[in-house]
């Protein structure tokens, strides 16, 4: 079966520090996509980031980071210099070939940026 | 950029009213998806559809249909509403089920479904 665990329901960071939000992930599926959303209190979910199975290199988007390790099966979201506008709830995602079209959302984590 | 427009942000409805939640993408996107989000439950989703008038059930379909008569357009339909259905509704598109980050999902902005 496959699984996106997000353990953190919530996190707080103080202003212009960096943060970690933790995903791990399962599957048998060589071959998967995991992505990273951001779904401020407007509703709507943002796409931040993307990384493929066989990716070599760690994602990185402007001050998003991914932190793929695919043994641990775990794809962190680092966000560096945080942001008042980062606050917002950060959904971990994963799109396996077994798993026909359907992507699957972890629970999320809230990320409270303190100024 | 990638546009997916809902119809409505807000809409209340009363008990056994037949509701329509439409969506609309601009980028010629061959998937589009229908999820709904509740507190502490996190995304489900509904149905999806690959292609034009091909549609397929996702995790949570009873008490719902879906219509896509338009490659850009996917409505979700609320045969008669009940209170269990009061929920966020996220549509979404994706470009291509062929993997990679073309399985990217832009999202609308959501609508608030109330129904009474």
């Known amino acids: 079966a496959q699984k996106i665990t997000q353990t953190q329901p919530g996190m707080f960071v103080q202003e212009k520090e960096a943060v970690t939000l933790d995903c791990t992930y399962d599957?048998?599926?060589?071959?998967?996509?995991l992505f990273w959303y951001k779904q401020p209190s407007s509703g709507e979910m943002i796409f931040l980031i993307y990384?493929?199975?066989?990716?070599?290199q760690n994602a990185t988007e402007g001050r998003y980071s991914l932190n793929f390790q695919k043994a641990r099966k775990s794809a962190n979201l680092v966000i560096s210099a945080s942001q008042l506008g980062d606050s917002a709830m950060y959904f971990c995602?994963?799109?396996?070939?077994?798993?026909?079209?359907?992507?699957?959302f972890g629970a999320g984590t809230r990320l409270f940026v303190k100024a | 950029d990638v546009k997916v427009t809902q119809s409505s942000r807000y809409l209340v409805k009363r008990t056994g009213e037949k509701v329509f939640l439409e969506c609309v993408q601009d980028?010629?996107?061959?998937?589009m998806f229908w999820y709904r989000q509740d507190p502490g439950l996190g995304l489900r989703l509904i149905y999806f559809?690959?292609?034009?008038?091909?549609?397929e059930k996702g995790d949570i379909p009873e008490g719902y249909s879906v219509s896509r008569e338009k490659k850009e357009r996917f409505s979700l339909i609320l045969e008669s509403a009940s209170t269990n259905q009061t929920s966020m509704y996220l549509c979404?598109?994706?470009?291509?089920?062929?993997?990679?980050?073309?399985?990217?999902?832009?999202f609308g902005a959501g609508t608030r479904l109330s129904v009474l």
């Open positions: 990384q493929g199975s066989y990716d070599q």
């Open positions: 979404a598109s994706s470009l291509s089920p062929w993997g990679g980050d073309s399985d990217i999902q832009y």
């Open positions: 995602a994963m799109r396996a070939h077994t798993g026909g079209f359907k992507t699957i």
């Open positions: 980028m010629d996107h061959e998937n």
């Open positions: 599957t048998s599926d060589p071959s998967y996509g």
């Open positions: 559809s690959y292609d034009v008038k091909m549609k």
